[in-house]
């Protein structure tokens, strides 16, 4: 197996690990160092407590993967200022990890935050 297809399989396993469960520290750094990564990551928990993400495609190349992506949770946590909604949301994002021994070292992402808001009903406030 080439070392596109293993980072490929570290990324679906770190996806299946962290979905639908509370994504801990101890958890995240199984398989990322990348400390903006972590805190995006704790982030998103606080608002969306046990959020699910699924690897819609991926493609790579050395030590890089990019991933179309779709994000799935319920918002139960304050986002941006605003209580939370209550509602559950699903929108995709693209994001590229930058992998080095088997660990995320470094990463970028691109999400639909239009879909996100529309859904948690923030669109009009967003547009003020």
């Known amino acids: 197996m080439n070392q596109v297809q293993k980072n490929k399989e570290l990324l679906i396993d770190y996806a299946n690990a962290l979905s639908g469960v509370n994504k801990t520290r101890q958890l995240l750094l199984q398989y990322a160092e990348d400390e903006k990564l972590i805190e995006h990551i ?5 608002v969306f ?3 699910e993400i699924f690897f819609d495609e991926m493609t790579g190349e050395g030590n890089r993967v990019v991933a179309l992506a779709r994000f799935r949770g319920r918002n139960d946590g304050n986002f941006k ?11 995709q994002f693209a994001i590229g990890y930058e992998i080095e021994n088997n660990k995320i070292v470094h990463h970028w992402l691109i999400a639909d935050q239009v879909a996100l808001m529309e859904q948690l009903g923030l669109e009009a406030v967003a547009s003020e």
């Open 42 to 46: 704790g982030f998103f928990e606080s």
């Open 49 to 51: 407590p046990n959020y």
């Open 81 to 91: 200022g605003f209580p939370p909604t209550h509602k559950n949301v699903e929108f």
